[in-house]
């Protein structure tokens, strides 16, 4: 009987509870900006609002980085980047939907992310490799 009830014991699993950080630290510092009294264009500003680890950055090198902004419209069914492609973008939505999928061999699509206004897509060597 003792070894049944620690075997049971054992099998028990502790209780995980979620610790997550104060919201403070995961907002862009944008003091340095001076958003509201800023010049900077309304993509730019979008950007800097949306894609949290650019206002992180000092000022010079942000506006480094938005030297490379484009603008770019897309109409339902275009492609904005496919596998194989340079990985060197940060794609801010501004309106719609835009869904990443991944195209299995034999041609079938499944969604792996719907992305919405305000959400960006990319990847950390991405911003790595323009800063660097």
């Given at each position: 009987?003792?070894?049944?009830?620690?075997?049971?014991?054992?099998?028990?699993?502790?209780t995980l509870q979620l610790k997550e950080p104060p919201p403070s630290v995961l907002e862009a510092?944008?003091?340095?900006?001076?958003?509201?009294?800023?010049?900077?264009?309304?993509?730019?500003?979008?950007?800097?609002?949306?894609?949290?680890?650019?206002?992180?950055?000092?000022?010079?090198?942000?506006?480094?980085?938005?030297?490379?902004?484009?603008?770019?419209?897309?109409?339902?069914?275009?492609?904005?980047?496919?596998?194989?492609?340079?990985?060197?973008?940060?794609?801010?939505?501004?309106?719609?939907?835009?869904?990443?999928?991944?195209?299995?061999?034999?041609?079938?699509?499944?969604?792996?992310?719907?992305?919405?206004?305000?959400?960006?897509?990319?990847?950390?060597?991405?911003?790595?490799?323009?800063?660097?």
């Amino acid at each position: 009987a003792l070894p049944g009830r620690i075997l049971r014991i054992q099998k028990e699993l502790p209780t995980l509870q979620l610790k997550e950080p104060p919201p403070s630290v995961l907002e862009a510092d944008l003091t340095e900006f001076e958003v509201a009294n800023s010049h900077l264009p309304s993509e730019v500003l979008y950007m800097l609002k949306n894609v949290r680890v650019l206002g992180h950055f000092e000022k010079p090198l942000f506006l480094e980085l938005c030297k490379h902004m484009v603008l770019q419209r897309c109409q339902q069914g275009d492609d904005v980047f496919r596998p194989g492609q340079p990985d060197t973008s940060i794609y801010v939505l501004q309106e719609g939907k835009l869904e990443l999928l991944l195209t299995e061999p034999d041609g079938k699509e499944t969604v792996m992310k719907e992305v919405f206004p305000g959400d960006s897509v990319h990847s950390l060597l991405s911003i790595l490799d323009v800063i660097t």
